[in-house]
């Protein structure tokens, strides 16, 4: 089984994946790391150079590969529910985990980072509640549990972990 974490940018899949998987020993995945190192260039110079059309296709291929694996922790691009076939293939090969926070916290945490393409233009709260609101069908398709992002991480690892793991007290809670 792996586990999925999915959400918006900004929402901290990153910094919990890394978490998660030294908690339990699964390989970590990072979908837009992997893609930049295969693609030996940044995601904004992939989506400067080829569009945002070639970059999915780089993201199907990707989680299409990795739902054939077990064991990991696979810190997905906010926008790899915009494809049905990335959620079919999530959802049959583990927990698809949706990090949920307010536009206003995701705001804060994005508003300084040049990283992402789709925020560059800098859309400030408002452009964030917008793209939150086109993407929230996708998203709650998408998920089989869904945490609250807004408190720390050791937080969220632990409710993940409650949350993901019937395996009883194996892994138990961080601290
Ligand atoms: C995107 C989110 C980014 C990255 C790309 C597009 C999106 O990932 O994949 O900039 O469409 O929401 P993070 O969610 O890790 O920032």
Same mark, same amino acid.
């Given at each position: 089984m792996n586990i999925y974490l999915i959400g918006f940018m900004g929402v901290g899949k990153s910094t919990v994946a890394k978490m998660l998987s030294d908690k339990l020993d699964f390989e970590l995945i990072d979908t837009d790391i992997e893609i930049e190192k295969r693609e030996n260039r940044s995601i904004n110079e992939i989506f400067?150079?080829?569009g945002e059309e070639y970059f999915r296709e780089k /993201?199907? &291929?990707?989680?299409?590969?990795?739902?054939?694996?077990?064991?990991?922790?696979? @810190?997905?691009?906010?926008?790899?529910?915009k494809s049905d076939v990335n959620i079919a293939n999530m959802k049959k090969s583990g927990s698809v985990v949706?990090?949920?926070?307010?536009?206003e916290i995701i705001y804060n945490r994005v508003k300084?980072?040049?990283?992402?393409?789709l925020l560059v233009s800098n859309p400030?709260?408002?452009?964030?509640?917008?793209?939150?609101? /086109?993407? &929230?069908?996708?998203y709650n398709k998408a998920f089989t549990h869904k945490v609250d992002a @807004?408190?720390?991480?050791?937080?969220?690892?632990?409710?993940?972990?409650?949350?993901?793991?019937?395996?009883g007290d194996e892994f138990g809670n961080i601290n």
């Open positions: 400067s150079q080829n /993201e199907k &291929e990707l989680i299409e590969e990795l739902s054939k694996k077990d064991n990991m922790i696979i @810190s997905c691009g906010g926008g790899i529910i949706l990090l949920e926070a307010s536009p300084d980072d040049n990283n992402r393409p400030g709260i408002e452009g964030i509640k917008k793209l939150m609101k /086109e993407r &929230e069908e996708s @807004s408190k720390t991480p050791v937080q969220v690892v632990n409710d993940i972990i409650t949350a993901t793991l019937t395996l």
